[in-house]
């Protein structure tokens, strides 16, 4: 029973889930039983199975990977809705533009809060949260879906090591503005050189084959006892991207005919740049904080919170969907010049093919970020004038042009 609303307690600045409701601000020491480690569910937990692609749920007796309802049901409830009528894509250029990481305290006269209570603890079946989200609108169901993200802790997939400079090193709207790129080479970055659109196109391909290649083994091949977590992460980000997709088919129709281009966010940014840019980074405004970590960090560090952004953003821009889902053979989304087996040295597929061979880099290799083991967890992160261990930075090479065109 949620506890009454007076004139403590509850605020209106809380109500994240865009009812006009008061909520209580959350508090880690009365709150921490909200958090979920889907790992950790019971065996009897209901789940619904989809194909190794994402596309549809697959029959029980069919094989196929498992997601658990409370995560598949509501998102999925979204996906065949705006499918249906796809005007409703744009409840994306309706995110607040916020980051939230903690859960958001109950309120039974919220029916986003209602929505999350009764799928979190009633719901058997994918007809079962159908039925409980049928009356709400767009937003509101995307509310209910991030509302459970919130909860979930630790976060899926972590960022560490060498993994943190090679996501530092390329920021895909940069080469829509400006002329200067490197290519990726081992662990570094090769000599800036002046580029052509078509030769720049070619570039950032050959970082986007490398970029697929990591974010796919970081979601197939973590730490077991975060796997499930780990598939969830993925099925959350697929969904995501088509809902991106979707929107951006709107919002820029002339790039429609082929969305799953790896050209297709990159070309929507340089049409319409800024527009594009806040579309997308809305996004990664509400998935970097609930899906990404870095592990031993306090997570609200200043630098931390950048680099997951910069992480978040390339997961997203380079527009590959098969990068997020355990069962595709990333191998075969690479893009190859027509003399790839002829001359493999000398193909964009390079960097995707050096860092299969070393995916996480040496052990001797150094982050951008360390932090001290032992440092707290997200939920009891220090104050600002705790002596507590701080964090340690290492300043990449990653540029994020737009701080120079908007000056901050």
């Not at 975060?226 to 969830?232: F, G």
């Amino acid at each position: 029973m949620t506890q009454e609303v007076g004139s403590t307690g509850y605020d209106l600045r809380f109500d994240r889930h865009r009812c006009g409701i008061p909520h209580e601000k959350f508090d880690p020491q009365r709150h921490e039983d909200m958090y979920i480690n889907l790992d950790r569910l019971p065996n009897t937990a209901p789940i619904m199975r989809f194909d190794k692609f994402f596309i549809k749920p697959a029959n029980s007796n069919e094989e196929g990977i498992d997601i658990p309802l409370i995560i598949a049901g509501p998102i999925y409830a979204l996906s065949e809705l705006i499918w249906e009528e796809e005007e409703l894509f744009t409840f994306i250029e309706n995110l607040d533009g916020c980051s939230y990481r903690n859960p958001q305290p109950y309120n039974e006269e919220c029916p986003v809060c209602k929505a999350v209570h009764l799928i979190l603890t009633t719901c058997t079946t994918y007809e079962d949260c159908k039925q409980v989200l049928k009356d709400l609108k767009p937003l509101l169901i995307y509310q209910v879906c991030h509302e459970i993200w919130c909860r979930l802790l630790p976060q899926p997939i972590a960022i560490e090591g060498i993994v943190q400079n090679r996501f530092d090193a390329f920021v895909y709207s940069y080469i829509t503005r400006f002329y200067d790129m490197s290519r990726p080479l081992g662990d570094k970055a090769g000599p800036t050189k002046t580029l052509s659109w078509p030769e720049r196109r070619e570039v950032m391909l050959e970082w986007t084959n490398g970029y697929a290649f990591q974010t796919h083994y970081l979601i197939s091949k973590g730490p077991e006892n975060s796997k499930i977590q780990r598939i969830a992460a993925g099925f959350i980000l697929t969904f995501m991207l088509r809902f991106l997709r979707g929107y951006t088919t709107l919002s820029v129709p002339e790039l429609s005919t082929n969305p799953n281009s790896p050209y297709f966010l990159l070309d929507a940014i340089k049409a319409t740049y800024e527009k594009q840019l806040n579309i997308i980074d809305g996004v990664v405004l509400h998935l970097y904080p609930v899906l990404l970590f870095i592990p031993n960090c306090d997570q609200t560090e200043a630098e931390v919170k950048k680099l997951l952004k910069d992480v978040m953003r390339i997961m997203l821009t380079m527009n590959v969907q098969e990068a997020f889902m355990p069962g595709a053979d990333i191998q075969q989304y690479y893009t190859h010049i027509k003399a790839c087996e002829l001359h493999p040295g000398m193909c964009i597929c390079r960097w995707a093919k050096y860092l299969e061979s070393n995916p996480r880099g040496s052990p001797d290799d150094v982050g951008m970020i360390t932090c001290p083991q032992g440092s707290t967890s997200l939920s009891q992160a220090p104050g600002p004038n705790r002596d507590e261990g701080r964090v340690y930075i290492r300043r990449g090479k990653g540029i994020d042009i737009r701080a120079i065109l908007r000056g901050f």
